[in-house]
Structure formats: structure tokens, C-alpha cells
């Protein structure tokens, strides 16, 4: 079961929230190491290989590092200059600065569309698709984290922090790395607290069912769900609600056993990483209730998700409840080669 995409579908980001980044800043500045407590994803690194391209000094250093003093100066004094640089598809990516210390490595770098037509007016993700190698890196579990800190519509430069801790806490050895990702996703768009206007004041008790086997689940109850493998999801009754760009739409609702079953779908799940996180209802009296648990299944031939949202509550409360749905959608995914080679001391 995909039990990491199900957790992006109710808690989004598998990336660093600016709270953390700022935590992490503060603590870099005040000279203690940085140790993540909560890794954000846990893979077992494999080591890419990618074509290495230009050691050239980019042109826009400058602008990419006076951005990196104006968030956070101690640390950009902190890191050591790298300026390594590449570019391919008319995207050009310079790891400005880097520093590798105890069991963590930092990175700083920046992504500039050198077209002007690729980016638009969001920053790129570079969709799990980046890796930051070294001697031993193929050995032990790690927790990787990246943050978007800065994009310049006028330069169409986009400037990241990227974070590897070693979770065995064993040193991350000096000496040479190589930064790189082959993938890009364009026009990333954020939604949150979209207003998820269907009409709940008839919603059917023990609507008809269909069984799906599920490809991933998650819940706040450990004993909502147990060990399953299949599940009754509502059939769909037709577009009760939809986003404006058709991406995600709610499909089915109904109430049985005390529980508010809603049925999601969003297109472009596997292709762009469109997900979306719907695990909060209103209630009338304004009380914020969270779903109890979610379980999902694809269709894989059409690159559909179908989430279905189980929340505890009184059928009388059904009527009244309002809905609202953080929506991460992209417009594009860019397959390319990009990576920089660079030499680091502890």
C-alpha cells in the first residue's frame, strides 16, 4: 500500500514548512547544529548517475547570495561558496553555497529560467527527483528536506535549502559531492482553504457501495481501519462540487453507522503530483472536525486518485457543516539532466 502518498494527500509536504526553515536558521546562527527530530521522507539512498556538466562561476551569484543575507545573514556567512553551475532545457542551476557539518549537510541553491518562458510565476519543484551524493552514501537511511525561499519573477531565479541528516547520526564524511535531479515540475499552485460548496442537506443514508482494493490509507484512529486490503467505497452519484480547474471534484456523500463518508477524486495524481487534502469539516457552531481516517485507491489508465474521508459525527449535524479543501495542483512536468560536482569541508 502506498502509505507515502497517502500521507502527501492529508499532510502535504513532504517538504520543510517556513517554520522549520527559520527554526533551523536561528539555531544555525546561534552556532548549534541542527538535528531533525521528524525526518521528512526515510529512503534508503541509492546513488544517481547523472551527466556533470560546467564548474563556471554564474553570473547571477551575486543576486542569489545578497538573497540569502537579506533571510539569513550568519548563515549565508556560515556556509562556504561552491558557484558550481549547469544548464540544460534553458534551465540553469548554480549551487551558491554549502557546508557539510557533524551528520548534516546544507545546501543553497538556485534555479533560473535563462528563457523566460519556462517558469512563469511560481517556482519549480523539483518533484522528489533531486539527490545530493557523496563517498558512503549508499549505506544507511537519511531524512531529506527542501524549502523554496525566495522567486524573482524579473531575474526568473528561484532560490532552495536543502537539508540531508544523517539518522544514525554518523558523520557525513568531507571531501566530494555531487548535487543533481532530472525532473521539474512548472506552475506549482498552492490552495488552501478552498470552499468546497456542495449541497449536504439531503445527503443518503446507506448509500450503495462498491469494493476497491486500496493502494494506501492513513488515520488519526490506529483502530479505525486494522489490516485491510480492500474497501467499500461510495459509488459515485455525479459532480457535487469540483475545483475551478476540474482538477479535483467530490463525487459521492453519504452517512452510515454514525460516520460522513466523502468520496474525492483528483486527476493528474501520478503525472503532475496533483493531491489534495480534505480531512477538515466545519460544523455549524464553528468546531473543526478532522476525519477519523482516509482510504485510497487509483486508477492507474486514467492517472486518477479516490480518496474517500470518514468523519464521526450526528446525522443532524450533516446539513449544516461546511467544507473546505487544500488543493496542490502543476501545469507541467519537465524531464531534463542537471547536476554539479563540488568539493566540502567539515
Same mark, same amino acid.
Given at each position: ?114 528563457? +523566460?518562458?519556462?517558469?512563469? #510565476? $511560481?517556482?519549480? *519543484? &523539483?518533484?522528489?527527483?533531486?539527490? !545530493?551524493?557523496?563517498? =558512503? ?80 490509507? +492513513?488515520?488519526?484512529?490506529? #483502530? $479505525?481501519?486494522? *489490516? &485491510?486490503?480492500?474497501?467499500?467505497? !461510495?459509488?459515485?452519484? =455525479? ?108
Amino acid at each position: 500500500m502506498d502509505f507515502h502518498k497517502q500521507y502527501r494527500d492529508m499532510n502535504e509536504n513532504i517538504t520543510p514548512s517556513d517554520t522549520l526553515v527559520q527554526q533551523t536558521i536561528a539555531k544555525m546562527e546561534s552556532g548549534r547544529p541542527h538535528r531533525a527530530r521528524k525526518p521528512l521522507k526515510i529512503i534508503l539512498a541509492v546513488a544517481a548517475a547523472l551527466a556533470c556538466v560546467s564548474t563556471a562561476v554564474a553570473a547571477n551569484q551575486e543576486a542569489v547570495l545578497r538573497v540569502l543575507y537579506q533571510i539569513a545573514p550568519g548563515m549565508a556567512e556560515y556556509l562556504q561558496p561552491v558557484g558550481q553551475v549547469c544548464e540544460d532545457r534553458g534551465v540553469k542551476l548554480e549551487v551558491v553555497s554549502a557546508d557539510v557539518e557533524g551528520s548534516t549537510a546544507k545546501v543553497y541553491l538556485s534555479l533560473t529560467d535563462t528563457t +523566460g518562458s519556462v517558469f512563469g #510565476d $511560481a517556482a519549480p *519543484d &523539483m518533484y522528489d527527483s533531486w539527490s !545530493l551524493d557523496y563517498a =558512503g552514501f549508499g549505506r544507511g537511511a537519511r531524512s531529506y528536506g527542501c524549502s523554496t525561499l525566495d522567486y524573482d519573477p524579473n531575474t526568473h531565479t528561484a532560490t532552495y535549502f536543502l537539508q540531508i541528516d544523517d539518522l544514525n547520526g554518523k558523520h557525513i564524511p568531507a571531501g566530494a559531492f555531487r548535487f543533481s535531479f532530472n525532473q521539474l515540475l512548472i506552475g506549482r499552485e498552492k490552495q488552501e482553504g478552498v470552499p468546497v460548496t456542495a449541497d449536504l442537506s439531503a445527503v443518503p443514508k446507506n448509500a450503495p457501495t462498491e469494493n476497491h482494493a486500496i493502494n494506501g490509507y +492513513g488515520t488519526m484512529n490506529p #483502530d $479505525a481501519l486494522g *489490516d &485491510m486490503d480492500s474497501y467499500d467505497f !461510495l459509488v459515485p452519484q =455525479g459532480t457535487l462540487w469540483q475545483s475551478e480547474d476540474g482538477i479535483c471534484a467530490l463525487i459521492a456523500a453519504g452517512w452510515r453507522n454514525g460516520e460522513l463518508h466523502l468520496h474525492y477524486r483528483t486527476d493528474g495524481s501520478l503525472s503532475l503530483d496533483n493531491h489534495a487534502d480534505f480531512s477538515t469539516v466545519h460544523l455549524a457552531d464553528g468546531t473543526e472536525l478532522m476525519c477519523d481516517y482516509t482510504v485510497t485507491y487509483k486508477d492507474f489508465d486514467n492517472d486518477t486518485d479516490y480518496t474517500e474521508y470518514v468523519f464521526p459525527m450526528a446525522y443532524k449535524d450533516v446539513a449544516d457543516c461546511t467544507l473546505t479543501g487544500d488543493l496542490y495542483t502543476a501545469s507541467n512536468l519537465m524531464d531534463g539532466r542537471w547536476a554539479v560536482s563540488f568539493r566540502l569541508t567539515q
